[in-house]
C-alpha cells in the first residue's frame, strides 16, 4: 500500500495552528475509547492511528522521506487489528459497529496527516486521522432521508442531552419516552448529517466553549435518562419541546450528549 501515497504532497494541518485553535478548550477532558496505536474520539467526532518507523540511512534527507512513508505504512497496517482492539473494550457495541475490518477499510479511505514527529536517532512518529463518523455507520443502517435539512432559520442552533446517570459514548441509539414508546430513532437521522456527525458528539460535562463550537451558541438544553438497552429516556414533556419545530435539529445531527458521569 505504500506506493500510493506520495510523501511531498500528503496533506498536512499546521501545528501551530492547531495549537491555537485548542487554546482555550486545553483544559477539556475529550470522551475517547483508545490503544496506545488507535483512538477513537467521540467528542471530535475523529478516529486517529498511530505509525512508528525508523531508519539508519546516511543520506539524511532521502532518510527522512523513507522513515515518514513507513511511519504511515506502519499506522495503516495497524488500522484493523487497532480498531479490533477499541471494540473489543465495548462489546456493548457489537451489533451496532461495522466489522474491524470494515471501519479500518473506511478509516484510511481519504486518512490525513494530523502530526508528525521526529525523534533523534532517525525515528518518526505519525498520527494520521480521519473522520471517526464515515468509519463507524452501521452497515445495515437504513435512513429515511438523505439530504440533512436547512436549520439556520430556527430559534435554537442544536440540543444538548443533559444525561444523568452511566452512559457510555455508541454511534447510535434510540431516544424514548418513560413509557418505552420510541420518539427518535438512528433512521431518522438524515444520511448526510449522520456520515459527518453520527448521532451527536459526547462530552463529559462540557464547558459553553465546547457546546458552541459542536452545535452554536444557542442550543435547546433536554433532561435525558439512560434506559437498560442503552437508550436515551426523555419525559414527554421535555420531548415536546424538541418536537415543537426543534425536530430537523436531530435529523440534521446537531446534538451534543453531555455526561454526567
Known amino acids: 500500500m505504500t506506493d500510493q501515497f506520495n510523501i511531498q504532497s500528503l496533506p498536512r494541518f499546521s501545528s501551530l495552528l ?3 485553535a485548542l487554546g482555550p478548550v486545553a483544559n477539556a477532558a475529550p470522551i475517547i475509547d483508545s490503544t496506545s496505536k488507535a483512538e477513537i474520539n467521540w467528542s471530535t467526532m475523529k478516529i486517529r492511528l498511530i505509525g512508528e518507523a525508523k531508519f539508519d540511512d546516511t543520506n539524511v534527507q532521502e532518510s527522512l522521506k523513507k522513515i515518514e512513508q513507513a511511519a504511515w ?7 484493523t487489528p487497532e ?15 461495522p466489522s474491524a475490518s470494515v471501519a479500518a477499510k473506511r478509516a484510511v479511505d481519504g ?35 438523505a439530504a440533512e435539512p436547512n436549520v439556520a432559520a430556527l430559534a435554537y442552533s442544536g440540543v444538548v442531552f443533559k444525561v444523568s446517570g452511566n452512559m457510555k459514548p455508541r454511534a ?36 459553553q466553549f465546547e457546546v458552541s463550537s459542536a452545535i452554536g451558541a444557542n442550543p435547546l438544553t433536554v433532561a435525558a435518562t439512560t434506559g437498560a438497552d442503552g437508550s436515551l429516556v426523555v419525559s414527554k414533556a421535555d420531548w415536546q419541546k424538541v418536537a415543537d419545530g426543534n425536530l430537523a435539529l436531530l435529523q440534521a445531527s446537531q446534538i451534543v ?5
Not at 91 to 96: A, F, I, M, N
Not at 176 to 202: H, Q, R, Y
Open 257 to 261: 450528549i453531555s455526561l454526567s458521569k
Open 73 to 79: 505504512q506502519d499506522g495503516i497496517q495497524n488500522a
Open 83 to 97: 480498531i479490533s482492539k477499541v471494540f473489543q473494550t465495548r462489546p456493548d457495541l457489537e451489533k451496532e459497529l
Open 172 to 207: 447510535a441509539y434510540t431516544i424514548k419516552d418513560e413509557t418505552g414508546a420510541i420518539l427518535f430513532a438512528p433512521s431518522d437521522v438524515a444520511e448526510v448529517a449522520f456520515k459527518k456527525n453520527l448521532m451527536g458528539k459526547w462530552f463529559r460535562r462540557p464547558n
Open 18 to 20: 492547531i495549537i491555537f
Open 111 to 145: 486518512i490525513l496527516s494530523h502530526n508528525t514527529t521526529y525523534y533523534a536517532h532517525g525515528r518518526v512518529r505519525v498520527e494520521l486521522e480521519n473522520s471517526l463518523a464515515s468509519a463507524l455507520v452501521p452497515e445495515h443502517l437504513t435512513f429515511k432521508t
